[in-house]
């Protein structure tokens, strides 16, 4: 068995011909093996506003790019719609801005795609909220340095209503932590507050092994504590607790990020017999 | 004369500094000023304007009125100016600066043009100082004195250029007016007699003006891409805000609200109502065709069709506040360098087509040009070890590559090293999307590596 990222990718590639192979259906979505309790809560389903902090500066990409993961699964839940995406200057400068073959290998339709550039987190609000107010967005990701002079209760809370009307997910990555007092008194309308950061590789890997072993869900695992969510969807989740998630962008939910890899699963596979493509 | 002259007869005289280039700034802004009488404005350097009003006279009341008109606007302005009209640019160029004649009617015969052109000396023939010193050493003062003469000769003499001027003086052939602007296919305007200064008043004409407008586009079967609003302020001012769109449009609602999102962003900045506006103009510079929605219960619904006019209205309300350079969209390119595999262009250029997604490991964020770091490999062609960028050390404990991408030999690129790419991850988990340029000892001794891209 080989430990790789390389073997996991064609596996993955495998499925995907054995899906084109079932005369173009879809691989079935089994959200019960491997979803996450947590999914049920990150799958807003509905119209929100969820803010998404990085635990520490370094850590903003990777908290962007599980808001863009939770706009995927937003956009599942709805059946389409389409991705926007707000970025500032000083974003695109600290981070460089989203790029689009790594957006679509991970499943996004650039077709249903936009990205704005906006000079000043003002401006990002209010695209925001001219987005979230459209019927055709199903999930709106903005990257800010937002201080919470400027994102209070009053303008989260028109966020949400916007979100609301439009029947959209909003999602706020701030590109810093709130730091001492300013954590203290953030308090915002927003349903969801999670705090991400990039998770480490795990123990078992390391340089000395001298394989390649990056993790084959590389980009979509992370480390998150929930910080706050509205009352009735909490379920059994421990809140404080530090939790490793994955994105899993073929099935387009989130589960576990342990085990890192599955046998295929049986639901996964073509229906054994195709006995009419067989015979041609 | 010179100043020591002049300051000798007049004691009192007040010198000013020439400037050309504010004097041509100004003739700019007057030929914009002037577009209120007609659409074809352009600068006639060094001091005049010329206005095509072919067709547009009736407006205000006749020729003569006009001229009037525009008289008294310029003097209210504080210009002193001699304004003609004559069926050909050069004739009414003449007239203005030689005669006291002002007024020639279109319906004129080409025997009393030529009487009124006898009269006008050589200098109105707009040729330089040299020919005109040389048509009056040889004894020709005025335009009459030219008109008896035969042509061959004086072409000989003077050149081709001069006949050239001289039939156009008298309307023989017609000078081009090089307006400023290109005038618009359509035009709604409302005037009035004092400024519009509230803001709610402006918004109420911009409103109506798109009610205006929307029909004409309509029976063109065209829609507009771009979009511009004129405002004359009655002290001559000219302010203009453009609005573009993503598709074809002709929504009367729809165009008044990108008007109003393009003024709420200008007004940012001050849209300097001053004593107020009192001509309003909306023009559709830019058109395309459009076909009329199918209403009918019949209609085939494309799926998704709505969506696409949703989205649409989003980024072009979005491109009116922010600018349409930014509000982008993501277009596949068939390239395999990584930067050029992607091109975001303003979403105005449309919808990119829809592409399979490749298997290939890219990163989420791409920087907009690779940013140098100091790492350390193994071997020289090895996966890094440990970076330091921005000066943060990184010490990588999983990578992936090397994915080798030569640049295109076939381009001017050709000549740039060769990338091997890693993705790297650091003890902290972070990844990174490295790559070294150059092969060690085949391209360069000292390969150089870079941070291309985070996710």
Request: glycine letters at 8%; a positive charge; hydrophobic letters at 45%.
């Amino acid at each position: 068995m080989s430990l790789g990222g390389v073997s996991e990718r064609i596996c993955l590639l495998r499925a995907r011909i054995a899906a084109i192979e079932a005369d173009g259906r879809a691989p079935a979505v089994a959200p019960a093996s491997g979803a996450d309790r947590l999914d049920a809560l990150l799958c807003a389903g509905r119209a929100g506003l969820s803010e998404i902090f990085p635990a520490r500066a370094p850590d903003a990409p990777a908290a962007a790019a599980f808001a863009f993961a939770m706009a995927l699964r937003a956009r599942a839940a709805r059946g389409g719609g389409a991705v926007v995406f707000i970025v500032e200057d000083v974003s695109a400068q600290e981070f460089g801005l989203p790029y689009g073959r790594g957006l679509a290998a991970a499943g996004l339709d650039l077709s249903r795609f936009a990205l704005i550039r906006t000079r000043r987190p003002q401006e990002t609000l209010w695209a925001m909220e001219e987005a979230l107010k459209s019927p055709a967005c199903a999930a709106v990701v903005a990257e800010s340095f937002l201080t919470p002079r400027l994102y209070d209760l009053s303008t989260s809370r028109r966020l949400l209503l916007a979100a609301r009307r439009g029947g959209a997910l909003g999602l706020v990555a701030p590109l810093a932590p709130p730091k001492g007092v300013e954590a203290a008194r953030f308090s915002s309308a927003a349903e969801l507050r999670v705090e991400v950061a990039a998770a480490p590789p795990g123990a078992a890997q390391g340089f000395a092994s001298r394989g390649p072993p990056l993790s084959p869900l590389a980009p979509f695992r992370w480390r998150l504590r929930l910080l706050k969510a509205r009352a009735g969807r909490w379920g059994e989740i421990d809140p404080a607790q530090w939790r490793e998630i994955a994105f899993d962008p073929e099935r387009t939910l989130f589960r576990h990020a342990f085990p890192e890899r599955f046998p295929a699963e049986a639901s996964d596979r073509p229906a054994a017999a195709h006995p009419q493509r067989r015979r041609a | 004369m010179a100043v020591a002259d002049a300051r000798a007869r007049c004691p009192a005289l007040a010198l000013v500094e020439a400037d050309p280039q504010a004097d041509a700034a100004a003739l700019d802004a007057l030929a914009d000023w002037s577009r209120r009488f007609t659409p074809l404005a352009a600068p006639h350097p060094p001091d005049g304007l010329m206005l095509d009003v072919t067709g547009a006279a009736h407006l205000f009341g006749g020729e003569a009125a006009l001229l009037d008109e525009i008289e008294a606007r310029l003097s209210r302005l504080g210009f002193g100016a001699r304004a003609a009209l004559a069926p050909g640019p050069a004739l009414a160029r003449a007239l203005a600066c030689f005669s006291s004649v002002r007024l020639v009617c279109e319906t004129a015969g080409q025997g009393e043009i030529d009487r009124l052109a006898a009269s006008l000396p050589v200098e109105a023939l707009g040729v330089e100082e040299e020919a005109v010193a040389g048509l009056r050493r040889a004894g020709l003062r005025r335009i009459g004195d030219l008109l008896a003469r035969p042509r061959a000769p004086l072409a000989a003499r003077f050149g081709q250029a001069a006949l050239t001027r001289l039939d156009a003086l008298t309307c023989r052939i017609r000078d081009p007016i090089r307006p400023r602007f290109e005038a618009p296919a359509f035009i709604a305007e409302r005037r009035f007699p004092d400024g519009l200064t509230q803001r709610a008043d402006i918004e109420a004409t911009l409103t109506r003006l798109a009610a205006d407008l929307c029909p004409l586009l309509e029976r063109a079967g065209v829609g507009v891409r771009r979009l511009e609003a004129i405002f004359y302020r009655v002290d001559g001012a000219v302010k203009r805000i453009e609005a573009g769109t993503s598709r074809p449009l002709r929504d009367p609602a729809r165009l008044s609200a990108l008007l109003f999102e393009r003024l709420a962003a200008v007004a940012e900045e001050g849209l300097d109502t001053g004593y107020g506006f009192d001509v309003l103009r909306l023009c559709a510079i830019e058109t395309e065709r459009a076909a009329a929605p199918q209403t009918s219960l019949v209609a085939p619904v494309e799926r998704g069709a709505a969506e696409d006019g949703d989205l649409g209205d989003l980024i072009d309300r979005l491109g009116a506040r922010l600018g349409l350079r930014r509000v982008l969209r993501l277009h596949p390119q068939a390239a395999h360098l990584p930067e050029f595999a992607v091109a975001a262009l303003p979403a105005a250029h449309g919808a990119p087509a829809v592409c399979p997604p490749q298997a290939a490991a890219r990163p989420l964020r791409l920087f907009e040009r690779p940013e140098p770091v100091e790492a350390i490999a193994l071997f020289p062609d090895g996966p890094p070890l440990r970076f330091r960028w921005r000066r943060v050390l990184h010490e990588v404990v999983a990578y992936e590559g090397p994915e080798r991408l030569a640049p295109p030999w076939w381009g001017e690129a050709g000549a740039a090293p060769t990338r091997d790419y890693f993705q790297a991850q650091d003890r902290d988990g972070h990844l990174f999307w490295l790559f070294r340029e150059g092969l060690y000892g085949r391209e360069t001794e000292a390969p150089r590596w870079y941070v291309h891209g985070l996710s």
